[in-house]
């Protein structure tokens, strides 16, 4: 029985039995703040084929956005299409739009042509979230300066070029859409017992970025804000070296223990979506405390 019959027998003052059914009917249905929706929308996230990036896209499908991966690799970027649609259909949700797309983020040409075909596939960008990224480290007295431009291209440049072209793309076409640099807890803190200064210096740089956008394109209605994440398990930071440094990041964190990629979809979803409107230049740390 929909909940509009068995509300309507309870208006007209039918039986205890009747109220029952009311409760379990509206009960049943699961209560989410329409705000939370990305229905209609189109979000584009870069380094998007495994990891933080692929469980970002997937938060936005699910809640009814349709996506372009954008990653390194077109055959990767397919792959991770091919596992969010397969998990919308476990999820009894329709096939949604999303399409894979090949860009090395640090290159400008390709980050240009990159977006400008995504908004040609979809009509339009509501949200960007610039997650490519390179890890890395080295002694600060050591550090090869190719490795450390390598970084900078990558993480700063990168994450630039497509924040930059999502907010021209805004602006000229009046979205006032969201736009989330993947920065790092490592922006904010010096991580031990790592070395990792150009890193570091990366996701500050990434930070300060969001900041100075935010300020700028806030009168045009764009929100820009960062996500930093503390340490996540990856299949990336897997291996021996990752599990003894594992055991000294876990004595530091209040909750004992390293984040999983799934715990970042409810965070996302509310940065991109409505339900935070007022929200901009905004930092937000999941690090565990």
Same mark, same amino acid.
């Given at each position: 029985?929909?909940?509009?019959?068995?509300?309507?027998?309870?208006?007209?003052?039918?039986?205890?039995?009747?109220?029952? *059914?009311?409760?379990?009917? #509206?009960?049943?249905?699961?209560?989410?703040l329409p705000c939370f929706s990305l229905e209609g929308k189109t979000c584009v996230v870069t380094g998007a084929s495994q990891g933080l990036g692929s469980q970002i896209l997937a938060a936005f499908v699910l809640s009814g956005a349709r996506g372009a991966v954008v990653d390194l690799k077109l055959s990767s970027a397919n792959k991770a299409v091919d596992e969010l649609k397969a998990e919308a259909k476990r999820a009894g949700l329709t096939a949604?739009?999303?399409?894979?797309?090949?860009?090395?983020?640090?290159?400008?040409?390709?980050?240009?042509? #990159?977006?400008?075909?995504?908004?040609?596939?979809?009509? &339009? @960008?509501?949200?960007? @979230?610039?997650?490519?990224?390179? #890890?890395?480290?080295?002694?600060?007295?050591?550090?090869?300066?190719?490795?450390?431009?390598?970084?900078?291209?990558?993480?700063?440049?990168?994450?630039?070029?497509?924040?930059?072209?999502?907010?021209?793309?805004? *602006?000229?076409? &009046?979205?006032?859409?969201?736009?989330?640099? @993947?920065? +790092?807890?490592?922006?904010?803190?010096?991580?031990?017992?790592?070395?990792? +200064?150009?890193?570091?210096? +990366?996701?500050?740089?990434?930070?300060?970025?969001?900041?100075?956008?935010? +300020?700028?394109?806030?009168?045009?209605? *764009?929100?820009?804000?960062?996500?930093?994440?503390?340490?996540?398990? #990856?299949?990336?930071?897997?291996?021996?070296?990752?599990?003894?440094?594992?055991?000294?990041? @876990? &004595?530091?964190?209040?909750?004992?223990?390293?984040?999983?990629?799934?715990?970042?979809?409810?965070?996302?979803?509310?940065?991109?979506?409505?339900?935070?409107?007022?929200?901009?230049?905004?930092?937000? *740390?999941?690090?565990?405390?």
């Amino acid at each position: 029985m929909p909940p509009y019959v068995a509300y309507s027998l309870l208006l007209r003052g039918q039986s205890v039995i009747s109220r029952n *059914i009311f409760k379990r009917y #509206t009960h049943s249905v699961p209560r989410t703040l329409p705000c939370f929706s990305l229905e209609g929308k189109t979000c584009v996230v870069t380094g998007a084929s495994q990891g933080l990036g692929s469980q970002i896209l997937a938060a936005f499908v699910l809640s009814g956005a349709r996506g372009a991966v954008v990653d390194l690799k077109l055959s990767s970027a397919n792959k991770a299409v091919d596992e969010l649609k397969a998990e919308a259909k476990r999820a009894g949700l329709t096939a949604p739009e999303i399409r894979g797309y090949e860009c090395d983020v640090s290159s400008k040409d390709g980050a240009t042509n #990159t977006f400008d075909q995504i908004v040609k596939d979809f009509g &339009k @960008v509501d949200v960007m @979230v610039t997650n490519a990224g390179i #890890t890395g480290g080295s002694p600060a007295e050591t550090y090869d300066l190719d490795d450390w431009k390598q970084m900078l291209d990558v993480n700063v440049n990168g994450t630039f070029m497509f924040a930059q072209a999502a907010g021209k793309h805004m *602006i000229d076409n &009046k979205i006032k859409g969201s736009i989330i640099l @993947v920065s +790092s807890m490592s922006g904010s803190i010096v991580n031990r017992p790592q070395k990792q +200064s150009a890193y570091n210096v +990366s996701k500050a740089a990434a930070g300060h970025m969001m900041r100075s956008l935010a +300020s700028e394109w806030g009168e045009h209605g *764009i929100r820009v804000n960062a996500l930093s994440p503390g340490y996540i398990q #990856t299949a990336a930071n897997e291996g021996d070296e990752m599990e003894e440094l594992s055991k000294e990041w @876990v &004595k530091m964190i209040p909750l004992h223990r390293i984040a999983t990629p799934e715990e970042f979809r409810g965070t996302v979803v509310f940065m991109a979506s409505d339900a935070s409107s007022y929200m901009t230049g905004a930092d937000i *740390i999941v690090d565990g405390g």
